[in-house]
C-alpha cells in the first residue's frame, strides 16, 4: 500500500473493510451476564458449546465468595508490578499452591499466558542457541520465539521421528542452549503431544523442554493437574507452562519447575518485571480453583464423561471429529463457508458455537470447534447433538 502522508490513519479502515472482504474480520459477541453452559450471547438464550471454561468454574460460588474476599482484604489493585511493590501475600499464597497443585519444586505466576510464553522463551535461549517447535504450536509461542536471537527448527506436529532427526542435526552444530516448545494439548485439534518421547530425545540430547499446558490444565492427568502429571514426568519437564484463563476459570499465566527456573524467570522476563501485577481479586480466584480441582474431583470427572458421550454420538451421527483426544471437539466441514453456515444456523437454533476456518486452520479444514463443559447436562448434549444431526444433514456434511 502505497504511504498516505495527508491521511495517515487511512490504512486502519483501509485495513479492516479489506477483512470484511474476505470474510476474516472477527464479529464481537455480548454476553449479558456469566459464562456458563446456558447463557444469553447477543440477546438470545443459547447453550455455551465453545468457551474454555472446561469444569465450568468461572462463575463457581467459592470462586466469587474468594475473589471479594480478596477485595476486602488487599483491595482492588496491586499497586504496582511484582518487582517493586506489587508482590502481595495472596500472589505468593497463590504460587505456593501452584506448585503444590502441580507437585513441582517451585511456580511463579504471569499476569497471562501469553504473558508467560512472550517474556520467558525469548530469556531462555539467545544467539547461538537452537529452538525446535512443534509446527502447530500457538500464536503465543510462536511470538516469545520471535523474540529471540536463536536459530529456529520445526518438527512435523506430534511427530517424535522428526524431531530425533531435528536433534540429531544439531548435534553436529554445537549449540550452547537447545528448547524443545510443544503445546500439550493442540488448541485447534484437540490432539496431546508425545511428552515421553520428547523428553526422551531431549535428555539423550541435552535440551530443555517446555510446554504450553494451557488447554491441559484442569483437563488431563487426575483432577486436571495437568499433562506432565497425566505421563509421570514430574521433575522431567523443565518448563510446564499453564494459564488460569480456560478449565480454571479465571485468568493469569503460570510456570512450574525448579526454583532455579522461577527464580531466574522473575528476574529475567520482561514481561513480569514491566506490568502491573494481578489485583489481588485474580489470585484469590485462582487460588480457590485449585482448592475446588481438589476438593470437588466430580467437575472433572463429569467433563470426561460428557467428552466421551457428545464424541460418541457425533461420530454414529457420522461427523469427522478429527484425531481428538480431548474435550476439544472438532466438527470437521471442509471449506470456510460451511463451517460459517452450520455456525450461524446453529446459533439461531439455540447452540453457541464458532467456526474456525483460513487461516487459522488450513483452507480446506475449516471446522465448528466444539469445547466440552462439565456444566452441561445430558439432556444439554442431547439437544445439541440432536440440532447438530439436523443442520448437518441439511448443509450435506452428514449423509
Ligand atoms: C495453547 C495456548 N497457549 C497460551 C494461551 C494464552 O493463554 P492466556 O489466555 O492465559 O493468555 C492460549 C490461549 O488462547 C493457548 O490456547
Request: glycine share 8%; charged share 25%.
Amino acid at each position: 500500500m502505497v504511504a498516505d502522508k495527508a491521511n495517515p490513519t487511512a490504512f486502519l479502515k483501509a485495513e479492516v473493510d479489506d477483512l470484511k472482504a474476505k470474510h476474516l474480520n472477527w464479529e464481537l459477541h455480548s454476553l449479558d451476564g456469566a459464562s456458563t453452559p446456558h447463557c444469553v450471547v447477543d440477546g438470545k438464550n443459547v447453550l455455551m458449546l465453545c468457551s474454555n471454561n472446561y469444569l465450568n468454574l468461572s462463575n463457581h460460588p467459592r470462586l466469587k465468595r474468594a475473589a471479594i474476599a480478596a477485595v476486602r482484604q488487599y483491595g482492588a489493585g496491586s499497586g504496582s508490578v511484582r518487582a517493586i511493590a506489587g508482590s502481595m501475600k495472596i500472589h505468593f499464597e497463590l504460587e505456593k499452591r501452584i506448585a503444590q497443585f502441580k507437585e513441582a519444586e517451585a511456580a511463579l505466576s504471569y499476569q497471562t499466558g501469553f504473558a508467560a510464553n512472550a517474556g520467558l522463551i525469548p530469556q531462555l535461549v539467545g544467539e547461538g542457541d537452537l529452538i525446535i517447535s512443534d509446527q502447530l504450536n500457538h500464536g503465543s509461542i510462536i511470538d516469545g520465539v520471535r523474540l529471540t536471537k536463536a536459530e529456529r527448527a520445526v518438527y512435523k506436529h506430534c511427530d517424535a521421528v522428526d524431531l530425533k532427526r531435528v536433534l540429531e542435526e544439531a548435534d553436529a552444530k554445537n549449540y550452547r542452549r537447545i528448547l524443545i516448545l510443544t503445546d500439550g494439548v493442540f488448541s485447534m485439534d484437540g490432539d496431546i503431544a508425545p511428552l515421553p518421547e520428547i523428553v526422551k530425545l531431549a535428555q539423550e540430547h541435552g535440551a530443555m523442554t517446555y510446554v504450553d499446558d494451557a488447554h491441559g490444565d484442569g483437563v488431563l492427568g487426575d483432577k486436571g493437574k495437568g499433562i506432565v502429571h497425566h505421563f509421570s514426568l514430574q521433575g522431567k519437564v523443565t518448563v510446564e507452562m499453564g494459564t488460569f484463563s480456560k478449565a480454571f476459570g479465571v485468568v493469569g499465566g503460570m510456570i512450574a519447575g525448579s526454583a532455579p527456573l522461577c527464580e531466574f524467570a522473575f528476574n529475567k522476563s520482561r514481561t513480569w518485571l514491566l506490568s502491573g501485577s494481578h489485583p489481588p481479586a485474580v489470585a484469590g480466584a485462582c487460588i480457590e480453583a485449585l482448592n475446588v480441582c481438589d476438593d470437588e474431583p466430580r467437575h472433572w470427572k463429569k467433563l470426561w464423561s460428557n467428552t466421551k458421550y457428545f464424541k460418541r454420538r457425533m461420530r454414529k451421527l457420522g461427523f469427522d471429529i478429527g484425531k481428538s483426544e480431548t474435550p476439544i471437539t472438532p466438527v470437521m466441514c471442509g471449506e470456510s463457508e460451511k463451517a460459517v453456515q452450520l455456525s450461524h444456523k446453529l446459533f439461531e437454533q439455540g447452540v453457541f458455537a464458532l467456526p474456525i476456518v483460513f487461516p487459522m486452520v488450513a483452507r480446506d479444514a475449516a471446522r465448528i470447534r466444539v469445547m466440552m463443559n462439565a456444566g452441561l447436562k445430558r439432556e444439554d448434549l442431547d439437544f445439541a447433538l440432536g440440532k447438530f444431526e439436523s443442520i448437518g444433514k441439511e448443509l450435506k456434511i452428514i449423509a
